[in-house]
C-alpha cells in the first residue's frame, strides 16, 4: 500500500536525519575558533563592545543551544592575560564544560521537540530569526522557479520539435554558456554593469524593498519589489533554467520518436493535437515531478552567494553570518530544519510521479 510506503521513507529519514547531524558536529568539533574564542578576541580587541552576562545557566541561550563545537579547551588563541575562571564560566554559559557526546545527544533530545534555543550573539529564538528571514528566501525561490519553468518548457519544446535545426543549435549554446556560468559570477558581471559598479547605475544593490516602500502605492510598491528582485532573479534564473530545458527537450524527444505518435500521425491526427495531447502529456511527467527537487535546490543552494551578494537579509545570508560567527544554535537549527524539509519535499516528489503517471507503484519495491 501507498501509506506503507509513505511510512518507510519517513521511518528512513530518521536516520538520515541523524547521520547529517552527527557528520556536521563532528566537523565543529574539528573547526577552530568557536564562540568562546570569537569573544575572547573581541575582549581583546574592542572591550567595550562587548557586554557579557552570567549567573543565567543554560536560560541565557535557551536550552537547546548547550554546546556545539569545540571550544570546550582550557587553552584559547588570545586568552592570554585573562582569569581562568572567567573562561571556565564562559564555557559554562555556552556549555562547553559538557563531553562532546553528551552536548551532541541534548542537542538532538532538545531538536526533536522542536526546541532550538537561542542565537549566541542576536539575543533571539532560531525560531523566530528563521520567521523574519524566510519570507525573503522564499520570494526568491518561487519567482526563480516560476520563471525557470516558464522559459525552460517552451523553449526545450521548440528544441525537441526543431531538432538539428540552426535554432536548436544556436540555443545550445547559449544554454551550455549558462550551465557552465556560475549565478554567483553571473551576479557579480550583473553588478558591474547595472548595479553602478563601473558602467551603470539601474538598479539598486541592496534588499527588497527601497527605504520608502511602505509610503507608496501599492502599484509602486510592486514596482519597487520587482526593480529589487531583477537582479538577483536574473542570476538565479540564467543557472537554473539550462538543466530544464535540457530535460524537457530531451522528454519530448523521447516521447516523440515511440510508437504511439506514428500511430496517431497514421490515424490523421495533426501536428498539434499529437505533440500537445499526447506527446505532451508523457514527456512532462519528469520535469512536472521535479518541482519539489528544483525548488529544494534553489532555495538551498543557489540563493546562498545570490543573498550574500545582494545583501537581501534572507536564509542564506543568515547561515553565511551564523558560520562565521561561530552561532552554533542558529547553524544547527537551520540545517535540522532544512534537512527534514528538504526529505519531506523529496519524498512530495516521488508521490507527484505517481500523481501524474498511475503506471507507477511507489508502494511495490524492487524485485516484488
Known amino acids: 500500500m501507498l501509506l506503507n510506503y509513505i511510512l518507510k521513507r519517513i521511518l528512513l529519514m530518521i536516520p538520515t536525519l541523524f547521520g547529517i547531524m552527527l557528520i556536521n558536529f563532528m566537523i565543529i568539533q574539528a573547526a577552530p575558533g568557536g564562540p568562546v574564542q570569537q569573544i575572547l578576541s573581541k575582549m581583546r580587541g574592542q572591550s567595550s563592545d562587548i557586554d557579557i552576562r552570567f549567573g543565567g545557566g543554560d536560560d541565557m541561550f535557551g536550552g537547546a543551544t548547550a554546546g556545539f563545537g569545540g571550544d570546550h579547551s582550557a587553552s584559547y588563541k588570545g586568552a592570554h592575560g585573562i582569569d581562568p575562571a572567567f573562561i571556565k564560566d564562559l564555557e559554562k554559559q555556552f556549555g562547553f564544560d559538557k563531553p562532546a557526546h553528551e552536548r551532541f545527544f541534548l542537542m538532538i533530545k532538545n531538536y526533536l521537540t522542536f526546541d532550538f534555543g537561542k542565537s549566541y550573539f542576536r539575543n533571539k529564538s532560531v525560531v523566530s530569526l528563521v520567521k523574519e528571514k524566510l519570507s525573503v528566501s522564499i520570494s526568491l525561490g518561487l519567482w526563480t522557479t516560476f520563471f525557470v519553468y516558464l522559459i525552460s518548457i517552451p523553449l526545450g519544446i521548440s528544441k525537441a520539435v526543431k531538432h538539428g535545426s540552426a535554432f536548436d543549435v544556436w540555443t545550445s549554446v547559449l544554454v ?63 543557472s537554473g533554467f539550462a538543466k530544464l530545458t535540457l530535460l524537457t527537450k530531451n522528454s519530448f524527444l523521447e516521447e516523440i520518436n515511440k510508437q504511439y505518435v506514428l500511430t ?105
Open 176 to 238: 551550455i554558456i549558462a550551465y557552465a556560468v556560475p549565478s554567483f559570477l553571473f551576479a557579480l558581471l550583473l553588478i558591474i554593469l547595472f548595479s553602478g559598479g563601473s558602467f551603470f547605475s539601474v538598479f539598486p544593490l541592496r534588499g527588497l524593498t527601497s527605504d520608502n516602500f511602505e509610503t507608496l502605492s501599492l502599484f509602486g510598491k510592486c514596482k519597487d519589489y520587482f526593480w529589487h528582485l531583477a537582479l538577483p532573479l536574473t542570476s538565479m534564473i540564467m
Open 264 to 368: 496517431a500521425y497514421a490515424k490523421g491526427a495533426t501536428k498539434h493535437r499529437v505533440l500537445y495531447h499526447h506527446v505532451f502529456r508523457n514527456a512532462m511527467l519528469i520535469v512536472i515531478a521535479g518541482f519539489p527537487a528544483a525548488f529544494i535546490a534553489v532555495l538551498f543552494t543557489s540563493s546562498l552567494l545570490i543573498e550574500v551578494l545582494f545583501s537581501l537579509d534572507g536564509l542564506g545570508l543568515l547561515g553565511f553570518e551564523a558560520a562565521l560567527s561561530r552561532d552554533y544554535p542558529v547553524m544547527f537549527g537551520t540545517l535540522y530544519m532544512f534537512t527534514l524539509l528538504g526529505m519531506g519535499l523529496h519524498l512530495l516528489g516521488d508521490l507527484c510521479y505517481m500523481m501524474v503517471d498511475r503506471r507507477i507503484d511507489l508502494s511495490k519495491g524492487r524485485g516484488d
